[in-house]
């Protein structure tokens, strides 16, 4: 697996907590959308850690294909 699976053309928002560290999934494969559950395991992906700088809604990237990597920047419009 060379590219990561666009799981959804949109992004996964989540009420995130000031302070608490999430784990995105960068390959797209987890069952548990955005976040890693292992699903990687045996390819190159590693998740990308995430910690919130405050309370509120964060948009993860669901295409995979951000430049903002785990963080939504629009580009699943053009896809």
Do not use: I, W
Not at 20 to 31: A, F, I, Q, V
Not at 50 to 78: E, I, M, P, Q, W
Request: positive net charge; hydrophobic residues 25%.
């Amino acid at each position: 697996m060379d590219k990561p699976v666009c799981s959804k053309k949109a992004p996964y928002v989540v009420e995130a907590q000031e302070g608490r560290t999430y784990y995105y999934c960068t390959c797209g494969l987890t069952e548990n959308q955005p976040f890693c559950d292992g699903k990687h395991k045996g390819t190159n992906f590693v998740p990308e850690r995430y910690t919130a700088t405050k309370d509120g809604n964060v948009y993860f990237c669901g295409c995979r294909a951000s430049k903002k990597g785990a963080l939504c920047d629009g580009v699943h419009k053009n896809l």
